[in-house]
């Protein structure tokens, strides 16, 4: 079981998938006033560097699952280096439709959402494993600037215009579903920067090291035009940002 290869390719190097700097996820971790022993359920959880470095900041406890064997096997690395493997376990595994035994404090699913079938589907999935009381995480992308086009729409990575809404928008649409919007962290251009810039070299070193690769067509098309697309688009249109939630 793994996710398309090209993801694995191009963010190899990367230690967060997404547009969020370590310096966000920490602003994060200490916005949610997490306490010792707190348990933190995280779908999608790539290589793991928010359920890491949370636990050795917070000495929460947490369990991540990710499709991506890559990315898992990386995780787990992460958490050897910072000395919180007893606390923080990652499962290798399809996170659609999982659902913890024990509740959670926090249960986050960043970046992510089409593991339940987009944001609606993804919070239900994530409240079957939280205690009540908890905190839902989401990581989403929104327009920024919205798309005069579909065109525009889709040089920024989407399928679609209707696929993101507006910020004020999703964030209606939270309280539309029944909850609080009680916290929230933004990611900023420097952040897409952090996220889209480092696949480039991960992707000129991987087409140096792998000339006879079946993939490597798709590799140099992509870095030939994902700097330019990159600047014109999805820096200027989409934002993202993770968004803390606990039910009515
Ligand atoms: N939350 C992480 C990763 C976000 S990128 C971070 O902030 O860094 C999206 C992640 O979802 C990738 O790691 C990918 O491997 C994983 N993924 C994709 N489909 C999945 C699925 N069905 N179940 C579990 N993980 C999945």
């Given at each position: 079981?793994?996710?398309?290869?090209?993801?694995?390719?191009?963010?190899?190097?990367?230690?967060?998938?997404?547009?969020?700097?370590?310096?966000?996820?920490?602003?994060?971790?200490?916005?949610?006033?997490?306490?010792?022993?707190?348990?933190?359920?995280?779908?999608?959880?790539?290589?793991?560097?928010?359920?890491?470095?949370?636990?050795?900041?917070?000495?929460?406890?947490?369990?991540?699952?990710?499709?991506?064997?890559?990315?898992?096997?990386?995780?787990?690395?992460?958490?050897?280096?910072?000395?919180?493997?007893?606390?923080?376990?990652?499962?290798?595994?399809?996170?659609?439709?999982?659902?913890?035994?024990?509740?959670?404090?926090?249960?986050?699913?960043?970046?992510?959402?089409?593991?339940?079938?987009?944001?609606?589907?993804?919070?239900?999935?994530?409240?079957?494993?939280?205690?009540?009381?908890?905190?839902?995480?989401?990581?989403?992308?929104?327009?920024?600037?919205?798309?005069?086009?579909?065109?525009?729409?889709?040089?920024?990575?989407?399928?679609?215009?209707?696929?993101?809404?507006?910020?004020?928008?999703?964030?209606?649409?939270?309280?539309?579903?029944?909850y609080d919007v009680v916290e929230m962290v933004?990611?900023?251009?420097?952040?897409?920067?952090?996220?889209?810039?480092?696949?480039?070299?991960?992707?000129?070193?991987?087409?140096?090291?792998?000339?006879?690769?079946?993939?490597?067509?798709?590799?140099?098309?992509?870095?030939?035009?994902?700097?330019?697309?990159?600047?014109?688009?999805?820096?200027?249109?989409?934002?993202?940002?993770?968004?803390?939630?606990?039910?009515?």
């Amino acid at each position: 079981m793994d996710i398309p290869r090209i993801f694995t390719i191009c963010e190899s190097a990367h230690r967060i998938h997404n547009p969020f700097t370590p310096e966000k996820f920490a602003i994060l971790g200490a916005a949610l006033r997490m306490e010792p022993g707190m348990r933190v359920l995280d779908l999608g959880s790539g290589s793991g560097e928010m359920l890491c470095t949370w636990a050795r900041d917070y000495t929460i406890t947490g369990t991540g699952i990710d499709m991506s064997p890559l990315f898992t096997q990386q995780a787990k690395l992460r958490a050897d280096e910072l000395g919180v493997a007893e606390r923080i376990e990652f499962i290798h595994n399809d996170a659609s439709g999982y659902v913890t035994e024990k509740k959670c404090d926090v249960a986050a699913c960043v970046g992510a959402t089409w593991i339940g079938g987009g944001v609606a589907g993804t919070m239900e999935l994530l409240s079957k494993s939280l205690k009540s009381g908890g905190i839902l995480l989401i990581g989403e992308p929104y327009w920024r600037q919205l798309p005069a086009t579909e065109e525009i729409a889709i040089e920024c990575g989407a399928t679609a215009l209707s696929d993101f809404l507006t910020l004020p928008e999703l964030v209606s649409s939270f309280g539309t579903l029944g909850y609080d919007v009680v916290e929230m962290v933004l990611a900023d251009q420097e952040g897409w920067d952090r996220y889209v810039a480092a696949m480039w070299l991960t992707m000129r070193r991987w087409l140096e090291s792998n000339p006879d690769d079946d993939m490597v067509e798709e590799v140099r098309t992509q870095l030939t035009t994902a700097p330019k697309r990159h600047v014109a688009y999805t820096r200027e249109y989409l934002g993202w940002g993770v968004f803390a939630l606990m039910a009515r």
